[in-house]
């Protein structure tokens, strides 16, 4: 057997949550974190997704990573609409996610969205945490840019900590109200069973460590097994989106989560009526930032590995379904291949 050995690769992280609480900003916070780091190549952008490196989040989290402890190399962020239109797409993010954000603004609370997304964690069995972000909104805060919750909450008068409790502690009513044992997470032994709940602030950068330290642990302690994947094997995906592409027609936006897809590659796609058997004509990536003038957003690439998200360009496409399997081919039987596809 002379395929690679077994490795482990990145958890797949979905942040959910209401409309306007703050999703975006979070991951656009991290991201500016590893600017100022000097450190911008090292995140990546894939389609749909944040590739960030355990190198980076051990230095964002500061004290609070020792990158010796972990063996995972990093977490893939999912970003999702809280649109209450966007339901699908909110349900394959939490379908495909190992682990999971749900962001709730501390002012805001519980909206109809929260509790969807909880609904979907809950049908997926997907372990999350819950950020309780816009704390640098409790009226009279005095914000500290970028550091763990300890040290800003320290910093607070008396009564903005009592203001900020009180949110939490509204939030942690709210998870035990439908069915959730929560507590502020440093409190939490045992995430698998206690749902951890992290105040951030997506602005100013509080908390932000405590979150991606708990990320971290989390996958760390209890994914790790599921994480064990042949990286070198056929590719298996899920195809969060069906998009027209100037130059290269439909192209289904996927994100892998076992092996490798190459551009080479025969792949099975679950399509409206039967599977679609196609040759990969493309695999694309966006351009990095700086050669954004270029003429296309994309480049192609020759292969990616799980977890990753990646464009792929590919006759025959129009009838794939947003949600359906993509399953590489390479040196297995066809049939057998379509009859997964057909199954899931
Ligand atoms: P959808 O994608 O539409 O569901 O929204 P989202 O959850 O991605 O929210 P987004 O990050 O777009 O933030 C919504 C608004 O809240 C923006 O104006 C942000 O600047 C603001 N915002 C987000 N996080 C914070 C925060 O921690 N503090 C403050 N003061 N404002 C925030
Ligand atoms: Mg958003």
Known sequence: DTRDPTSLRTPIVAVLGH????????????????????????????????????????????????PDDFDLPGLLFIDTPGHHSFTTLRSRGGALADIAILVVDVNDGFQPQTLEALEILKRSQTPFIVAANKIDTVPGWNPKE??????TYESQSDRVRQRLDESL?????????????????WRVQNFQRNIGVVPVSAMTGEGVPDLLTVMMGLSQR?????????????GVGTVLEVKEEKGFGTTIDTVLYDGTIRADDTIVVGGMNKPIVTEVRALLQPRPLAEIRTESRFE???????????KVA???????????????????????????????
């Not at 989040?57 to 500061?62: D, K, L, Q, V």
């Not at 097994?225 to 990286?231: G, H, K, Q, S, T």
């Open 169 to 185: 502690y509204e939030i942690i009513g709210n998870l035990s109200d439908e069915g959730f044992s929560a507590d502020l997470y």
């Open 146 to 151: 970028d550091v763990p919750i300890n040290d």
């Open 314 to 344: 590919a006759p025959d496409l129009a009838d794939a379904m947003a949600g359906a399997p993509v399953r590489v081919v390479r040196d297995r039987d066809l049939e057998e291949v379509i009859a997964e596809v057909e199954a899931e």
């Open 19 to 66: 409309v306007d609480h703050g999703k975006t900003s979070l991951l656009d916070k991290i991201r500016g974190s590893a600017v100022i780091e000097g450190e911008a190549g090292a995140i990546t952008q894939h389609i749909g997704a944040t590739a960030v490196p355990l190198d980076i989040i051990s230095t964002i989290a500061g004290d609070l990573v020792d």
């Open 300 to 310: 192609k690439v020759d292969e990616v590995s799980a977890a990753s998200g990646i």
């Open 222 to 234: 209890y994914m790790k097994e599921e994480m064990e994947i042949d990286v070198a094997g056929p």
